[in-house]
């Protein structure tokens, strides 16, 4: 790969400027109508519910409140959870779902590339993958609490077998859809097996890899809660099945929203994570963003 | 000018060729499980520091006779040998140019060129000063960072050609490289080739349909027959060099040999169609 790491960007678009401001007005008035339309939608629904409970047509207690659970999330912050400290929560709960993404992308893309470039070894082990791949694996997390104990580990492991699954159909199917052409030229180039391998088939496949990795962090962050709800000691897994089990419908409100804030934040860090990799792409022309 | 598809004339120096196909055929099985003939018993030497071009109609097999020259393709009868030895995987004096665009979108122009000297073991500091001089020759200079997608269709073709001349091959194989490129950029970048090549001195198989452009740019050129491919007729090209491209289409020599082998090239064009025009 590159050494450089400051590319110009694609000087090949220059923004348009046809007469008057227009497009950029009406661009602007488009934005500010989707906002508000967006902050209104999140006021009617909040607003809805907060009064509904008020009022009584849902039930509080089995349903929340938007007060309560802000109270929670205000108890908690201030005053800690019933496992400590909130922060030590979030904490315990992100190690585990990064440590199980990057295990499980490196165990991923390791098997991938190799099955991928070893037609004997894909033939051999291909059943017992397409086997492993249909069961449901978060079956297994009573079995990791079990062999690994109700520490860190079983979460980390069944975040990395959910990882691990989708990280390396991506990179398999990567490295088969290299461009031949790359291939023979690399070849013709002098390229080893080895240099094949590391300047042509992986950069080629990383576009199928980096595509992968948005779905494999969610599916980590999904593998260290639900490892918690089997069995654990601290996490925000644990946080939500306490509060069910003390029938706190706010509790379970605030650790999901608490949930949704780390699983954004995270998810921006992948996405930075994905432009670094596919720097060498064109931009699209107009990016969708939602 | 035809010298006939026994081309008696360059036995006399089999020994010097630097290229000599013998009586090779290639099969390849189809995905439905059958055989298909590439080409057949063809025949074909090339001499060191020649410029060959070879014309046929599409699907003649002309690609494949530059995947056994190179050693990415097995023959499955026939001899194949370059300098004088039989063709065992990839000979590095070998340099391939291809249709399509084959350099790497994820490396910027500095690092493609740079490519094949770290492959074959150069040290960097050595390899990237090779880069440079070569980024220059093929007039880049200043789009060293810049990704295969910023550059236009005939600046990645520079990339490839500074690419392929930087590993300093003695036999140049190239298919229909300037196909995808509009009239003016390709006969600049044929001239860009014609120089190129007169300072390396390498032995160059070009493969191409369009006659003219063989014509301009080789000393001989060879017509492959339609479907299964054999040699028809090898065409020598008396045209003076240095050659510039733009210039030579209005040399009466140059009508003249056109005519010539476009009366043989024509039969099989008609072929092929209509062998198509059977198969839909």
Redesign the interface.
Known sequence: ??A?SN??N???SSPESPAGPSPAVARRRRRIVVNSLRVGLLVVIIGGWELATRVGIIDKFFWGQPSGIWAQLVTWATQGTAQGPLWQQIATTLEETVLGFLIGVVLGVFFGVLLGRVQFLADVLGPYIKAANSLPRVTLAPLLAIGLGLGMQSKVALAVILVFFIVFFNAFQGVREV?R??L?????????QR?LTT??II??A?TWITASLQTSFSFALVGAVVGEFVGAIQGIGLMIQTAGANFNANGVFAAMVILAVVALVTEALVTALERRLLR???SSVSEVTI | MNESSTITDTVRNRTASAIELQDVTKRFLTPSGQAYTAIRDVTLSVAPGEFCAVVGPTGCGKSTTLGLI?G?ERPSQGSVQVMGQPVQG?D?R???V?Q?????????VL?NVV??PL??GMPKAEALALAHEWIGRVGLTGFE???P??LSGGMRKRVALA??FI?QPQILLMDEPFSALDVQTRTLMEDELLSLWSSLGACVVFVTHDLEEAIALADRVCVLTAGLGTVKGIYRIDLPRPRKVEEIRFEPRFVQLYHEIWEDLRNEVILSYERNKQRI
Do not use: C
Not at chain 1, 184 to 192: D, E, F, K, M, V
Not at chain 2, 100 to 108: E, G, L, R, T
């Open positions: 790969m590159s450089i590319a110009s694609a000087p090949m461009d052409h790359l023979a030229n690399a070849r013709i180039l002098g390229a080893n240099q300047q042509v950069p080629s990383l060498w792409r064109p | 190179s990415l990839i590095p070998i340099g391939y291809f399509s665009d084959a350099v790497f979108p994820w490396k910027n690092n490519t094949g492959f074959r960072r810049h990704y997608h910023q690419q392929t590993n």
